[in-house]
C-alpha cells in the first residue's frame, strides 16, 4: 500500500521534470536570500557584540549561513538532475545517486528548520547575555584607560544615543556603580573623600548619569546631575528629562524583531524547500518504475512511500540490524553439520 | 565634404543599431538615476529646512527631477526608434520625426549642461542659507514652548549628535545665546539674579554647552559646564582639551555633506550628458546610413553614415542664414509689390 501514490503519464512526467528544474532554481535565489539573512544577522549581533557576554548566540547567524550556502549547492545539483530526468535514457545515468541525493536533502531540509525554530527560540539566552554584558559595560564604563576596554565608555554612550535608553533596566541602575574614573577625581576635596569613605566598597557612587541618558525629546535643558534631589522639578515631569528605556529591553526588542522577521521567511523557506523535495521524490520512482516497467512510453506510479509508513520503519530497522550483523561470521563450515546424512552414507 | 564620414555594410549597420540600442536603454537607467537623486536631494534638504529657516531653495532637486523624467521619456523614444531601425517598414513612421527629435536631444544636452552648472553653484547658495538658518537656530533652541519653534531644540540636538558638530562656528556660539529657557531658571537664586542683571540685554549667559555637544569618544565623562574655567574640573585645561566636546562647528559639517551630495551629482550629471552625446552620435550615424542605402530593397548594400551633410563651418554658416531668412520672412517684402504689378 503506497503512501500518497499517483499515476504519471509521459508528458506528465516531462512537464514535472520542467517544473521541478525551475523550481530549483528558484530554490538557489532563495538559499542566496538564506545566506544573505544569516550575514545580516551576523553583522547586526557584531554591531553590539561588547555588550553581550556571551557569543554562544552566533551559532544563530552560522547555522543560516551554512544553510544557505549548502541549499545553494543542493538545489543547483538538484536542478541539474531534475532536467536531465525528463529522459529515460539520461535518468540512468543518475539512478543510483537520486536516493542518496533525496536523503541528503531531506536531512538538509530539516536543518533549515532547525535554524527557523532556533530564531524564535534565542529569545531568553539573549535577554541573559544582554543582562551580563550591559551589567560588565557599565562596570567598565570608567575605564578608557585599561586596554581592551578603552572603548566601552564610547560604545555605551553611543547604544544608549541610538536606541533611546538609559541603564540596564532603567537610569537608576548608573546610581549603583562608579562611572567617573578615579583619575578625574579631585581626592584632595573633602567632599569627594567623604563619598568615597561613606561607601563600603570606597565607591565614588552619586545620583548623576552620563549625557548619553539625556532624551532629545526633552523640552528643557537635560539636567544628569543630582537627580535624586532635584528641586526644580517633581518627579514625574523629571522623567522626560532621560531616556526611560532600559538598554536591556531596547536591545532586545531590536534583535527579536530581526530575528522573528528573519524565522518567518526561513519557514517560508522550508516550506519550499519540503514542496521541492516532494517533487523530486514523486519523479524519482516515477522514473524508476518506468525503467522496471520497460516501457518508456507507458504510464508509471510514483509515490513518496513505496509501503505504508509503519512497514517502512520496520524494513527501514531490519536493514539497520542487519547491518551489524554482517559482520559475524555465520557461514562456517565446520558448524552446523548434519551427522544424519553422514550416518546414512556411511552403511550403503 | 560630410563631416566624419563612415561606410556601412549591412553587418555594422545592425551592430551599430543593437549597440545604440543597449546604449539608450542605458541612458534610460541614467536618467531614473537622476531622477531618484533628485528625489534624494530634494528629501535631504527638507529633512533639516529647520536648520535652513525653511529658506532653502528647491530649485535643483525640482530641476533633476524634471530633467530625470525628460531622459527616461527622450531616450526610450531613441531605443524603440533603434529597434525599429532594421526594418524598413517601421523605420519609415519614425524617418520625418528624426530631425526635430535630434534637436530636442540637442536642447536637453544644453538643459543637462545649465543643471551641471548650478549643481556646482548653489553650493554658495546653501552655504549662506545654512548659516543663516543656523544662527537663528541657536537662537531659538530654548522657545521650546512657541509654535512654530518647538521641535527646534530637539532638530538641532540630533544634528548635533548626528553631524558631531556643536554651535554654527564653534562651540562659543552656545555662550552668547540664552538657550535655557527663563521657565527652568530658578529666579529666587541670588547668583542666576546675579547673572541675569550683569547683562546688557537682561539674558542668562553662561560657558556651558548642550548635551548634544558631548563627544562619546571622549575618555572623561563630559563636561558641559564651566568650560572656559579651568579651576571648576580637576585636571583640566580648555586650550588643551580636544576629545570632550565636538570641536567642528555644525556650518561646516552640514556644508561638507550638502556639497559633497551636490558635487557628485553634479558629476554624474556631466556623465550622462557625455551618455546622451554618444546617443545623439550613434543615432545620426544611423539614419544617415540608412538614409543612403543607394537600393533600398537591398538590405545588403552599402552605405555610408556621416555626423554632418557639410562640413563644420559650411553647416554653420547655413545655419545663421536660415535664421536671417526667418528673420526676414516676418518683415513686409514691399519691394516685390511694385514688381509684381509690372
Known sequence: ?348 | MPFMPVKFNLQRRVKLAQGLWMLYWFSVIAGILIFSLGIFFKIELRKRSEMMDNNESHLVPNLLILVGLLACGLNAFGGKVCHDSLDPIKFSKWKPMLKTYLLLCCGFNVLLVLVSLLCFLMQFSVYLTLAEGLSYAIRFYKDTDTPGRCFMKRTLDMTQIEFHCCGNNNFRDWFEVQWISNRYLDMSNDVVKDRVLSNVEGKYLMDSVPFSCCNPGSPRPCIQHHLTNNSAHYDYDHRTEELNIWTRGCLEALFSYYSSLMSSIGVFVLFAIILESVDMAGLKYLSTALETMAEPENPECESEGWLLEKGVKETFSDLLTKLKTLGRTNQVEGGDAPEANT
Request: charged share 20%.
Open chain 1, 1 to 348: 500500500m503506497a503512501v500518497g501514490k499517483v499515476t504519471f503519464s509521459k508528458v506528465e512526467r516531462e512537464k514535472l521534470a520542467e517544473v521541478l528544474w525551475l523550481l530549483n532554481w528558484i530554490s538557489v535565489v532563495t538559499g542566496t536570500i538564506l545566506f544573505g539573512l544569516g550575514l545580516f544577522l551576523r553583522v547586526e549581533i557584531h554591531k553590539w557584540q561588547e555588550v553581550m557576554s556571551e557569543q554562544g548566540i552566533l551559532y544563530v547567524p552560522h547555522m543560516l549561513i551554512t544553510t544557505g550556502l549548502a541549499a545553494c549547492c543542493i538545489n543547483f545539483f538538484g536542478g541539474k538532475i531534475c532536467l536531465d530526468c525528463a529522459d529515460t535514457n539520461k535518468f540512468l545515468r543518475w539512478k543510483l545517486v537520486m536516493m542518496p541525493y533525496i536523503i541528503c536533502t531531506f536531512f538538509f531540509t530539516s536543518c533549515v528548520l532547525a535554524g527557523a525554530l532556533m530564531c524564535y527560540g534565542i529569545r531568553s539566552q539573549m535577554e541573559e547575555s544582554l543582562f551580563m554584558g550591559l551589567r560588565n559595560a557599565m562596570r567598565y564604563y570608567k575605564d578608557t584607560d585599561t586596554p581592551g576596554r578603552c572603548n566601552l565608555k564610547r560604545t555605551v554612550d553611543l547604544l544608549q544615543i541610538q536606541f533611546q535608553c538609559c541603564g540596564n533596566t532603567g537610569y537608576r541602575d548608573w546610581f549603583q556603580i562608579q562611572w567617573i574614573s578615579s583619575r578625574y577625581l579631585d581626592m584632595s576635596s573633602s567632599a569627594v573623600v567623604d563619598r568615597m569613605r561613606s561607601n563600603v566598597e570606597g565607591k565614588y557612587l552619586m545620583d548623576g548619569v552620563p549625557f548619553s541618558c539625556c532624551s532629545t525629546f526633552s523640552p528643557w535643558p537635560c539636567i544628569q546631575h543630582h537627580l535624586s534631589t532635584s528641586s526644580t522639578q517633581d518627579e514625574q515631569s523629571q522623567q522626560l528629562n532621560l531616556w526611560r528605556r532600559g538598554c536591556r529591553q531596547a536591545l532586545l526588542d531590536h534583535y527579536t524583531g530581526i530575528m522573528q522577521s528573519i524565522g518567518l521567511t526561513v519557514l517560508l523557506i522550508w516550506l519550499f524547500e519540503l514542496l521541492v523535495l516532494t517533487g523530486v521524490r514523486y519523479l524519482q520512482t516515477a522514473m524508476e518504475n518506468v525503467l522496471r516497467l520497460g516501457d518508456p512510453e507507458s504510464e508509471s506510479d510514483g509515490w513518496i512511500l513505496e509501503n505504508s509508513l509503519a512497514e517502512t520503519a520496520r524494513s527501514n530497522f531490519n536493514i539497520i540490524k542487519n547491518l551489524g550483523k554482517c559482520y559475524q561470521v555465520d557461514d562456517d563450515p565446520n558448524i552446523n553439520v548434519p551427522t544424519a546424512a553422514a550416518e546414512e552414507e556411511l552403511p550403503s
